[in-house]
């Protein structure tokens, strides 16, 4: 079976005169407009041809061995003709047969330095394997062509980074990227948009091309065909329409309709969910078929028996690079703690053996809403309904993983840190500042509020040091907190509104103490930690409120925080 081969007729190299409004020729369709710009330029350019069924497979994985045979000969058309009469060491890898269809290319690359195998610790880089049969990953993609394509990593010398970060950021700042994560598996249409940019690139159409895929070229001429369309209508004499019968309720759709993720970070960790805002990451689950490609036809998602889950109005799905796969909603048929996305056909296809995810935001509702505060929320499993693609079998999938808990509030606390020095010189004496603290966080808005009400500080203590009569202040104020010591734990009880509130900008608290340093003390020192930051059903050191719910946790791991280091 043929995979995107490019022409041998590409040599030597021509300027491309991209077309980006082709209809493709194949029988199966683009998956967005992007890729359908690409593949049709390519293919009109005679760079790209499909499969002897008639079909392109758009979706289909791209292995290492096909992508250079596609690499090296667009390298073949950039280079003097000369360079093909020159020998090639066939037997370059230890996994690549002399004889095998993609030796040459593979081996070509190997001599020019465009790769050089998958390094070991420890193995001579001649024994190093190339891996043809495996996916090619969107890292390495970028490199290949950015060295094909004779532009410059953007290097960092002073980074401590990973080998492919210099060529995302080239790739980034020439708009040549495609906006996906490192170790990402390319598909043909992939595959496709990538040579397309790179081409356009060195042509100098890049421009026109990233319009093409955003449909702003088509939508401009729309827009004038319309309106010389109405101005002929105004001047029509047999035109007696009312103007507003002309209006249609049909819209197209946007044929590049990706949506990214806005929250980079999906992090699956017990968690605040805010009122009025999507939810952090709540759960995710792999998606895998042995036997063949799977299309998948419904995602559903499932709430513990335990979870409250008034607030939570539908659950957003993504893929593993954060691309927005659909709306899930509360499905009765279903189940009272079920959330259904339908998905198109076609629309999310699984490859044989391969490994994907999808993930889950929830969509909460505001306080004012139907929001409620203090509810639980947990997600019990992500089921995934599909049919096989050659078989059309029925399959279902099922995660089996425990999933974090997170609870709702109308307001969060985003952070707690240290307010002062990291280090300071100890001294003795009464009313010692002994630590301070900063608190923020973010409110809903409306009738929310963010207050610390109660604060178990642990001192650390060295060499005979003691501390007592603790008092709370804010910068600023003389009104005074009294504390509760007991041995190395200080806890700061019905902290009052004009020390704890901290809703419409950080607040830092004030601890001090009388601190005693024993005579002949070698190493004195003293450091105050807010140590355990709780859990749902377990109380922490902190203890707060959003105006609605008191909560004894907080979204950190441990310690929460600690203070300067006071020493010798």
């Given at each position: ?210 319009d093409a895929e955003a449909g702003i070229e088509k939508e401009a001429e729309e827009t004038e065909e ?74 559903i998602v499932i709430f513990t028996a335990a979870s409250s889950i008034t607030s939570i109005e539908a ?254």
């Amino acid at each position: 079976m043929r995979l995107l081969i490019l022409i041998i007729g590409l040599i030597p190299y021509v300027a491309f005169a991209l077309s980006y409004d082709t209809e493709l020729p194949y029988t199966d369709s683009a998956p967005d407009l992007a890729t359908k710009v690409s593949v049709g330029a390519l293919t009109e350019e005679g760079i790209l041809d499909g499969n002897p069924d008639g079909s392109f497979r758009f979706n289909k994985l791209l292995n290492r061995a096909e992508f250079m045979k596609i690499t090296m000969l667009l390298h073949q058309g950039l280079q003097d003709r000369s360079f093909i009469d020159e020998v090639i060491n066939l037997s370059c890898f230890p996994d690549v047969a002399s004889e095998a269809w993609f030796a040459e290319p593979i081996c070509r690359a190997k001599q020019y330095g465009i790769v050089h195998g998958n390094s070991r610790e420890g193995v001579d880089p001649q024994f190093w394997f190339f891996e043809p049969s495996r996916s090619v990953q969107y890292e390495e993609a970028l490199k290949v062509l950015i060295n094909i394509y004779d532009i410059q990593p953007d290097l960092c010398i002073e980074c401590r980074e990973e080998w492919y970060e210099p060529y995302i950021r080239a790739a980034k700042g020439r708009n040549l990227d495609l906006n996906l994560v490192p170790g990402h598996k390319l598909t043909r249409g992939q595959v496709s948009r990538l040579v397309a940019r790179f081409v356009a690139y060195e042509e100098g159409t890049l421009q026109e091309l990233l319009d093409a895929e955003a449909g702003i070229e088509k939508e401009a001429e729309e827009t004038e065909e319309a309106d010389e369309a109405e101005e002929m209508t105004k001047n029509d004499p047999m035109n007696t329409d009312d103007e507003e019968s002309s209006d249609s309720s049909e819209t197209s759709d946007s044929s590049d309709s990706s949506i990214y993720d806005s929250d980079p970070d999906a992090t699956r960790r017990p968690n605040m969910i805010l009122l009025g805002q999507d939810s952090p990451a709540l759960a995710a689950v792999e998606i895998f078929l042995d036997a063949e490609p799977l299309d998948v036809t419904k995602i559903i998602v499932i709430f513990t028996a335990a979870s409250s889950i008034t607030s939570i109005e539908a659950v957003k799905v993504y893929n593993e690079n954060g691309k927005y796969l659909g709306r899930a909603n509360k499905d009765a048929t279903a189940g009272n703690r079920h959330y259904v996305l339908n998905m198109k056909n076609g629309s999310l296809v699984i490859q044989k053996q391969e490994t994907r995810h999808v993930y889950v935001r929830a969509i909460v509702s505001g306080y004012k809403s139907g929001g409620v505060s203090g509810e639980d929320v947990e997600v019990q499993g992500i089921n995934i309904e599909g049919d096989g693609y050659w078989s059309n079998r029925s399959y279902s999938q099922g995660s089996s993983d425990d999933f974090p808990e997170h609870e709702t509030s109308q307001s969060v606390v985003g952070g707690v840190s240290n307010a002062g020095s990291a280090q300071e010189l100890l001294v003795a004496g009464t009313d010692i500042p002994i630590g301070s603290f900063k608190f923020a966080g973010v409110t809903s808005g409306g009738t929310s509020d963010l207050r610390v009400t109660d604060i178990v500080f642990t001192l650390g203590l060295g060499d005979g040091v003691t501390v007592s009569n603790v008092e709370m202040s804010t910068p600023g104020s003389t009104d005074r907190l009294s504390c509760t010591t007991a041995g190395t734990s200080v806890t700061c009880s019905s902290i009052p509104a004009n020390f704890g509130t901290f809703k419409g900008s950080p607040r830092t608290l004030i601890l001090y103490g009388d601190v005693t340093i024993p005579n002949g003390a070698q190493r004195p020192s003293l450091q105050v930690i807010i140590s355990s930051p709780g859990s749902i059903g377990s109380a922490g050191d902190i203890t707060w409120t959003d105006g609605a719910s008191t909560f004894q946790w907080v979204p950190f791991s441990s310690p929460v925080v600690r203070g300067t280091y006071y020493s010798w």
